[in-house]
């Protein structure tokens, strides 16, 4: 498969030079350039099959030109070593449970997906153990490839996303894995998940704000020297190994719940709008999903996209749902190209396409907590902020004879103050999360200077 860039200034990629460069050189996001229909048999076959077949073969659809049949159904089956439930919430509304992974949020799947495609990748080109420079393709500057053979990723986070990424990556051989994070700025349970792992993982406590932590990894990719002394790479969200493999729970969802109803809307708690567009490319792809919504705090956006057909990115604004505060959308761009068939379409036939298929909301606090009290006194569910998005959408938007599933994103202890709070009880906190809480911090403290960044990585 070739993937382009959205931007359309950038060279054709192959799969390995997407999936290690991540961001295409003109910074646009890439694309594949075909999207390949699934057969009707296999849609129909679904309900008799398990998760991680029915991923193989929608991996099998994307990567299957791309990755050896063996070597992808073990990436598969390695990656989901974990269920995807669909648990019934009211009579018509249902939870696709993504908080099952190693660090309990939905970022896991394409975490753990894209760590096993990249150490695949390396052990293919043959740079592991040779010290060989293989082609890798390079960092986004675009510098000398660097001799040593171990491929750095550099993550900066807010918290969720280096727990994510870390756990991973852990004991991916060939791999090392540096998570900056800002001092004293993420929670404690954010924290353990990514600080107590030791092995190829090392966490860097910057003395900043995560802007400072995120422009720190921005300078490292663009020095020339750094660039020569180690490979470096990231796992952002953009890239194509993290955001498709999220498609696999979509069919299973629909699987499972296919002898219910043929109008299933899905509904995704949305930020950057990744795990929303994994299911818009299922979708394309041939899985029968009605129609979806969008859910959002008061990150609204896209929200006022769909409204007036105009894009108007602004700062975000921090809400109980923080995962999800995002004022300006990545994966819009993915979002637009899709609708528009690579900007074959006029805005407004882009626009009118994309309303069709999806609608949105946007929720404030207020209504983020009143949604999470009332869900927990009338069913016993416990909603986390971000699911409460996704369910309070569906409970205003569905329309007669429609269910309707929501993403619950992550796991409500992630969230224990915020929970306990609201909902008066006391959370249990999953024995895998306390597993990271009784473990030892390990971190390297640095100031916010490139300076001191760059000395530490050269000593590396
Ligand atoms: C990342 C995240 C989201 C937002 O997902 P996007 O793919 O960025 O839209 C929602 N909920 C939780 C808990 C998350 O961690």
């Given at each position: 498969?070739?993937?382009?860039?959205?931007?359309?200034?950038?060279?054709?990629?192959?799969?390995?030079?997407?999936?290690v460069?991540?961001?295409?050189?003109d910074?646009?996001?890439?694309?594949?350039?075909?999207?390949?229909?699934?057969p009707?048999?296999?849609?129909?076959?679904?309900?008799?099959?398990?998760?991680?077949?029915?991923?193989?073969n929608?991996?099998?659809?994307?990567f299957?030109?791309?990755?050896d049949?063996?070597?992808?159904?073990?990436?598969?089956y390695?990656?989901?070593?974990?269920?995807?439930?669909?648990?019934?919430?009211?009579?018509?509304?249902?939870?696709?449970?993504?908080?099952?992974?190693?660090?309990?949020?939905?970022?896991?799947v394409?975490?753990?997906?894209?760590?096993?495609?990249?150490?695949?990748?390396?052990?293919?080109?043959?740079?592991?153990?040779?010290?060989?420079?293989?082609?890798?393709?390079?960092?986004?500057?675009?510098?000398a490839?660097?001799?040593?053979?171990?491929?750095?990723?550099?993550?900066?986070?807010?918290?969720?996303?280096?727990?994510?990424?870390?756990?991973?990556?852990?004991?991916?051989?060939?791999?090392?894995?540096?998570?900056?994070?800002?001092?004293?700025?993420?929670?404690?349970?954010?924290?353990?998940?990514?600080?107590?792992?030791?092995?190829?993982?090392?966490?860097?406590?910057?003395?900043?704000?995560?802007?400072?932590c995120?422009?720190?990894?921005?300078?490292?990719?663009?020095?020339?020297?750094?660039?020569?002394?180690?490979?470096?790479?990231?796992?952002?969200?953009?890239?194509?190994a993290?955001?498709?493999p999220?498609?696999?729970?979509?069919?299973?969802?629909?699987?499972?719940?296919?002898?219910l109803?043929?109008?299933?809307?899905?509904?995704?708690?949305?930020?950057?709008?990744?795990?929303?567009?994994?299911?818009?490319?299922?979708?394309?792809?041939?899985?029968?999903?009605?129609?979806?919504?969008?859910?959002?705090?008061?990150?609204?956006?896209?929200?006022?996209y769909?409204?007036?057909?105009?894009?108007?990115?602004?700062?975000?604004?921090?809400?109980?749902?923080?995962?999800?505060?995002v004022?300006?959308?990545?994966?819009f761009?993915?979002?637009?190209?899709l609708?528009?068939?690579?900007?074959?379409?006029?805005?407004?036939a882009?626009?009118?396409?994309?309303?069709?298929?999806?609608?949105?909301?946007?929720?404030?606090?207020?209504?983020?907590?009143?949604t999470?009290?009332?869900?927990?006194?009338?069913t016993?569910?416990?909603?986390?902020?971000?699911?409460?998005?996704?369910?309070r959408?569906?409970?205003?938007?569905?329309?007669?004879?429609?269910?309707?599933?929501?993403?619950?994103?992550?796991?409500?202890?992630?969230?224990k103050?915020?929970?306990?709070?609201?909902?008066?009880?006391?959370?249990?906190?999953?024995?895998?999360?306390?597993?990271?809480?009784?473990?030892?911090?390990?971190?390297?403290?640095?100031?916010?200077?490139?300076?001191?960044f760059?000395?530490?990585?050269?000593?590396?």
């Open positions: 498969m070739k993937y382009y860039s959205t931007n359309g200034n950038a060279p054709i990629a192959d799969l390995q030079k997407a999936v460069k991540g961001l295409a050189e910074r646009g996001l890439y694309m594949p350039e075909e999207i390949y229909t699934l009707k048999s296999f849609i129909n076959d679904m309900p008799s099959m398990k998760f991680q077949d029915i991923a193989y929608v991996a099998q659809n994307f299957g030109d791309d990755v049949g063996d070597a992808l159904q073990d990436i598969v390695d990656t989901l070593s974990f269920d995807c439930p669909v648990v019934k919430v009211t009579e018509n509304i249902y939870a696709l449970e993504l908080f099952h992974g190693p660090t309990l949020a939905f970022k896991d394409g975490a753990r997906f894209m760590a096993r495609l990249l150490g695949y990748f390396l052990r293919r080109s043959g740079s592991l153990g040779q010290g060989s420079s293989a082609d890798l393709g390079g960092s986004v500057c675009g510098c490839t660097a001799t040593n053979s171990t491929v750095n990723v550099l993550v900066a986070t807010s918290g969720d996303t280096g727990s994510a990424v870390a756990n991973g990556f852990l004991g991916v051989e060939g791999i090392h894995v540096y998570v900056l994070y800002p001092k004293g700025k993420v929670s404690p349970i954010q924290e353990c998940q990514f600080t107590t792992l030791g092995k190829n993982i090392t966490a860097i406590e910057v003395d900043g704000v995560f802007d400072d995120q422009a720190l990894v921005k300078s490292a990719f663009m020095d020339e020297e750094l660039n020569k002394h180690m490979r470096l790479t990231s796992a952002n969200s953009i890239n194509v993290r955001f498709l999220q498609a696999f729970y979509y069919f299973n969802a629909y699987a499972r719940m296919k002898s109803t043929s109008d299933i809307v899905m509904c995704v708690p949305s930020g950057n709008f990744g795990n929303i567009c994994s299911a818009l490319f299922g979708h394309e792809m041939g899985l029968p999903i009605k129609r979806f919504i969008a859910a959002n705090n008061a990150n609204d956006v896209f929200f006022n769909l409204q007036t057909g105009k894009y108007e990115p602004k700062a975000s604004v921090q809400t109980l749902a923080n995962a999800m505060d004022g300006d959308p990545s994966n761009a993915r979002i637009l190209n609708y528009s068939k690579n900007n074959a379409l006029t805005p407004e882009t626009h009118h396409r994309i309303t069709n298929l999806i609608s949105g909301a946007t929720y404030s606090d207020e209504q983020i907590k009143e999470m009290r009332q869900c927990y006194s009338e016993g569910y416990v909603l986390d902020p971000h699911g409460a998005c996704g369910f959408a569906l409970q205003e938007g569905l329309r007669e004879g429609e269910v309707g599933v929501f993403c619950e994103t992550a796991h409500p202890a992630k969230f103050e915020k929970v306990d709070d609201i909902l008066g009880i006391d959370i249990e906190i999953p024995a895998r999360l306390r597993a990271f809480m009784e473990g030892k911090k390990q971190s390297v403290e640095l100031s916010k200077d490139f300076a001191d760059k000395a530490y990585l050269m000593n590396q």
